[in-house]
């Protein structure tokens, strides 16, 4: 697939380059020719003057600056009364030459004698009763002409070799973000359908358990409708996510942005904690700053620090402590969540944000988690301008430090 997009994009570029560069060319052969045509009918004007001024064309110096140019001098009645004494051709070309001139009845032109071509010019004093017929061999034009249209067809074949190249080597280069967002794709839908399936396996074999013992009590089979039922909230939880995502992929999610006191929002989804924390014997520690305010969605912050929370929560061990500070920095506020739990190997830092990504599955699927929260994360920080770090040191624990820029200082 990728080969077949990266020919059509290189065809596109050679397509669209090449007429460009034959549209280029071809004006500059057009206009080369054009001015050839004009050089050498100011010459022939030139030329016919002095015809008319001498009996004889000037000298050979002036006709090596002319080029090489002869004229034919007629009466009132067509006689031919005087021409150049040294002819360039012979006395039948030159009746060919006069012939053609006739016959084309036009006051200047192009005639073709043999292998060459010889340019006319007709030439009438006023008040005097004959005319001039001047003409110039336009041989060297035509060489000067032909060897321009070589140039160019090797330049333009040169530059289209050149500029398959580059189109070759560029359409790679583009297609370098376009084939890991297909992967990053693939991933995400076979990651989302293993996640899926797990659960719907759970649920349906917990309800095969149920059905097959009709007779027994709703109380007797307690166990496996809470396996249902547990396994339907994780199921709930991973679509919801999985549509948060989607809609932000395809910018259809739309942050509600209103200006909200920060320590408010973060006191609030840290006091959710507090039982499951006294639960395990984890202590809380709150230093949040007031009078801190940001122009953001307070709901997709409080998810964030939910999120940063919740995870600190489950992998400190009983008797560990997490600590939640918010300070001021300058313009941007500081969001630090911190555990003393088992902390994260340096090889992980850097992947732990994308979706699905755990670093134990088999612990991550029994806390309930999906491997999506720090992608959702990432995703609002992102969103409001902000930016999320981690620092991890394996046995005493990990900090998530979130920047967010502030909008106004209310203190």
Known sequence: M?????????????AVVGIIMLIFFTGIYILMKQNISRQSEQLLRSAAIEARNREQPPGAARERHWGNWFYVKYDSVGNVIG??????????????????????????GLIKLGGGSFRYLWSFPPGLKEAYIVFQNAQPEEETLKRLGTVLVFIFLAGMAV???????????????????????RNFVADASHELRSPLAVMQTNLELVMGNREDSVESQMKWLEN???????????????????RADS????????????????????????PVAETKNIQ????????????????????????????????????????????????????????????????????????????????????????????????????????????????????????????????
């Open 251 to 274: 910018d259809q999610q739309v942050m509600d942005k209103h200006l909200f006191p920060l320590r408010e929002a973060v006191e609030n989804s840290v006091a959710a904690f507090e």
């Open 228 to 246: 249902i039922q547990a396994e339907n909230k994780r199921m709930t939880k991973l679509v919801s996510d999985l549509l948060l995502l989607a």
């Open 2 to 14: 990728f080969n077949n997009v990266k020919m059509k994009l290189t065809i596109m570029n050679l």
């Open 163 to 185: 500029v398959l190249l580059c189109s070759l080597f560029l359409a790679e280069k583009a297609l370098i973000p376009i084939k890991k967002s297909w992967e990053r794709q």
């Open 83 to 108: 021409k150049t004494k040294e002819l360039p051709v012979s006395d039948h070309e030159l009746e060919t030459l006069l012939g053609e001139a006739l016959k084309q009845g036009s006051g200047k």
């Open 284 to 411: 809380i520690n709150l230093q949040l700053q007031d009078g801190i305010y940001i122009l953001g969605d307070e709901d997709r912050i409080k998810q964030l620090t939910v999120i940063l929370v919740d995870n600190a929560v489950k992998y400190t061990p009983s008797g560990g402590q997490v600590s939640v500070s918010l300070k001021k920095r300058e313009n941007h506020a500081e969001l630090i969540v911190a555990d003393t739990g088992e902390g994260i190997e340096s090889a992980y830092l850097d992947k732990i944000f994308e979706r699905f990504y755990r670093i134990d599955k088999s612990r991550s699927r029994e806390s309930g988690g999906t491997g999506l929260g720090l992608s959702i994360a990432r995703w609002i920080v992102n969103e409001h301008r902000g930016g999320i770090t981690v620092y991890s040191t394996p046995g005493k624990g990990s900090t998530f430090k979130v920047v967010l820029p502030v909008a106004v200082n209310r203190a």
